[in-house]
């Protein structure tokens, strides 16, 4: 059985005493699924929220990291730091870092490397744009992107990496995939990992769907066979539509 995850990420919102508060209303909120629940704050909460959240059952990730260990990358955060402050699983790929701060496949090759090497759990994050879901290009775009950064890895190190697919129409603008559609992505995200890797690892890869997932559509989203859970942006800055979401499954 396929790990199901609902994971919120903060993005560039809430300050220390914002970020505290909502970690109380998330300590409020009651769990009815199975479903493991992440939280990524930004750089600068992930001690503070990691130590607040200990013991609740919440995980908290990151939302990016660097591929060195250290060394003169002046305003970033590698792996090891993230470790050192309680982290086990990073975002990567998301198609913010994509767009605005040129994340490549290939950098995204080398993060992911930098996270396994370090026992790290990853969320790898991909999706088309709408041009090319206007052009029927979505599945290629798709392919690509997970084979250029993924396809490097032995079949082992997929035990640590769960897929985000989020398309980026669909993230922050209120438009929601469809289902169908949805589902449509994940089984094909599926049979190119089977194609690859054989059905069994393919079988046991959580597949998120994220992308202006809320309280009212999660339900349906989650029933599809190939969705293993969400990666929620707006909803998940609200303790009850995060556990709304949470308690969809
Ligand atoms: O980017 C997302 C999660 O990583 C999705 O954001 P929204 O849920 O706000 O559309």
């Known amino acids: 059985m396929r790990a199901q995850i609902v994971a919120g990420n903060w993005k560039m919102n809430n300050d220390l005493s914002e970020t505290e508060s909502l970690i109380a209303s998330l300590k ?14 930004t750089a600068t909460n992930l001690y503070p929220a990691y130590n ?12 990016n990291m ?25 975002i990567l790929g998301h198609s913010e870092r994509r767009e605005y701060f040129n994340e490549t496949d290939e950098m995204l090759a080398k993060k992911v490397d930098a996270a396994l090497a370090n026992d790290m759990r990853v ?5 088309e744009e709408l041009a090319d879901r206007k052009s029927g290009n979505h599945e290629n775009v798709v392919e690509s992107q997970i084979k250029n950064a993924l396809f490097h890895l032995e079949a082992d190190a997929f035990k640590s990496i769960v897929l985000a697919y989020e398309p980026v129409w669909a993230i922050g603008t209120g438009e929601t995939a469809s289902p169908e559609q949805a589902q449509d ?5 599926r049979k190119t990992l089977a194609d690859k890797y054989g059905a069994v690892v393919a079988d046991s890869v959580s597949i998120l769907y994220g992308g202006s997932v809320k309280p009212n559509n999660a339900v ?14 707006g909803a998940s800055l609200n303790a009850e539509d995060f556990f709304a979401i949470v308690n969809a499954f």
């Not at 607040?52 to 939302?63: N, P």
């Not at 992505?185 to 995200?189: R, V």
């Open 28 to 41: 409020g909120q009651t769990k009815t699924s199975d479903a493991e629940v992440m939280v990524a704050p």
């Open 52 to 63: 607040s959240l200990k013991g609740s059952g919440i995980e908290v990730i990151a939302q």
């Open 66 to 90: 660097h591929f060195a260990a250290n060394g003169a990358y002046t305003g970033e955060v590698s792996a090891t730091m993230l470790k050192s402050v309680g982290v086990e699983t990073v």
């Open 123 to 127: 969320i790898f994050c991909f999706g």
């Open 185 to 189: 992505m994940h089984a094909f995200i």
């Open 220 to 233: 349906e989203i989650f029933s599809k066979p190939d969705v293993d859970g969400g990666l929620i942006g």
